[in-house]
């Protein structure tokens, strides 16, 4: 793995590892801080809709600064806002703190992933972005446990803490290893924002929101459908979670190896078996084996559709790649928190099994919006290969075909000229 590529992951790692941490010091934060479990759970909310909102109006505005400057800067707010956390005096402070970082780590991820995009070349595009992302999915599947057990052992404040110090080793990192790729001479943001309106990339953020909407209409009751209908319990459980996170660790990888081949049938293919394990989940949850076994399939899918997507949005941007995959990244924020609303609806109205229909519902409206994105897709990708290719040196190549950049600059310049002649903006 190339050196940029592990700070990106270990950034990612550290950001990711904030969104649902609080999810495990629950108890220990509503009993210091003096309110109710309910009300501190609204620091998962908080740190989601300042990611949604603060991801496309933060990438908007520091469109013309160094991608790099951008990266050590959001790490630099994230690890602040922890320690801010971590020292909150009372939960005022500790709610404004979740505001900081989630929009940081928006700000982070959405940046990151240009990074990688730019870095790794058309031809590794999506496996690159993969890697980003897998730094949070990995921090979802070990690092959230890890900092609840920790916490059992030493109080909620350390783990804040521990995340802090997790974010300065990435910082670290980038700042020593991912070049510097010079400000934006594309067009200006007005002009760039067009792109949004371009059919191919509303189709695909609506498909985008409504796909990651429809898992986490599911995913979000994943336990009390393990307890209450297919009699999993106890440790079984975490087994279950752990299972789950490999499946989107793993999920990443293969959608980004398959992506950089196959957009089309990539897309397609994992949008196609999500849809399936959704419709299979309330069969399948009526013994434990059956469980298990529709977990890791749907999540692996799932999560193998993230990096596809991602890739073939930012292609179709254009020029205006980076702030559509602010968008992107967004987007599958807002379905997480829309996902979650729409199946506490459900399970009020309708119980374990109105979640259930609820979400494959859901997900084959946006199994026809991924079919019609996967239309305005290449069937395999071509060419393009020099498009971070410096400008007056070969590059030499690694065994995943990721080109060394040792001309930022002349990179980016040549990138804009290759993206500008074979993407429609």
């Known amino acids: 793995m190339k050196w940029w590529k ?23 934060i509503a009993a210091d801080t003096g ?92 496996a690159a972005m993969a890697t980003v992302v897998s730094g949070v999915t990995t921090a979802t599947a070990l690092g959230v446990p890890a900092s609840t057990l920790l916490g059992q052992h030493t109080g909620w ?8 110090a997790l ?38 953020l609506a498909a985008v929101a409504l796909f990651w909407a429809a898992s986490f209409t599911a995913y979000t009751y994943l336990v009390p459908m393990l307890e209450n209908r297919a009699g999993v319990h106890g440790s079984l459980v975490t087994v279950v979670l752990f299972i789950a996170g490999l499946g989107a660790v793993c999920g990443n990888v293969l959608g980004g190896r398959g992506a950089d081949r196959w957009p089309r049938a990539t897309v397609l293919i994992t949008a196609a078996i999500t849809t399936a394990s959704l419709f299979a989940l309330l069969p399948a949850f009526r013994t434990p084996a059956g469980a298990i076994v529709l977990v890791a399939v749907w999540q692996l899918a799932a999560w193998s559709f993230v990096p596809a997507a991602q890739a073939a949005l930012y292609s179709a941007g254009g ?3 980076d702030l559509v995959v602010s968008f992107v990244v967004s987007g599958f924020n807002i379905g997480i928190v829309v996902g979650a609303g729409l199946g506490g609806i459900a399970l009020d109205g309708a119980g374990l099994p109105g979640v259930g229909f ?7 409206v946006s199994l026809v919006l991924v079919a019609v994105m996967a239309r305005m897709l290449p069937a395999t990708q071509v060419g393009a290969r020099a498009e971070t290719a410096p400008a007056t040196a070969t590059p030499a190549r690694s065994e995943n075909c990721a080109p060394d950049v040792t001309a930022p600059a002349a990179a980016v310049t040549a990138a804009r000229s290759a993206r500008s002649s074979s993407t429609t903006p």
């Open 6 to 28: 592990l700070a990106l992951f270990v950034g990612a790692f550290a950001v990711g590892s904030t969104e649902f941490i609080v999810v495990g010091l629950l108890p220990q």
């Open 319 to 321: 020029q205006a790649g």
């Open 358 to 364: 609820l979400a494959a519902g859901l997900a084959v």
């Open 157 to 164: 404040r350390v783990p804040l803490a521990a995340i802090a």
């Open 35 to 126: 309110v109710t479990e309910a009300a501190a759970g609204q620091l998962v909310s908080v740190n989601a809709v300042a990611f949604a909102i603060g991801v496309p109006v933060l990438a908007a505005a520091f469109a013309r600064v160094d991608r790099r400057r951008v990266l050590i800067g959001s790490l630099a707010v994230f690890v602040a806002a922890h320690l801010m956390a971590a020292t909150a005096p009372d939960f005022t402070v500790l709610l404004a703190s979740r505001v900081l970082t989630g929009a940081s780590f928006g700000l982070y991820l959405a940046t990151a992933l240009a990074v990688a995009a730019r870095l790794a070349g058309p031809a590794n595009r999506a």
């Open 167 to 204: 974010a300065v080793v990435g910082l670290v990192l980038v700042l020593f290893t991912v070049p510097a790729l010079g400000a934006d001479n594309g067009p200006p943001l007005r002009e760039r924002s067009t792109a949004l309106l371009a059919r191919p990339v509303l189709v695909g």
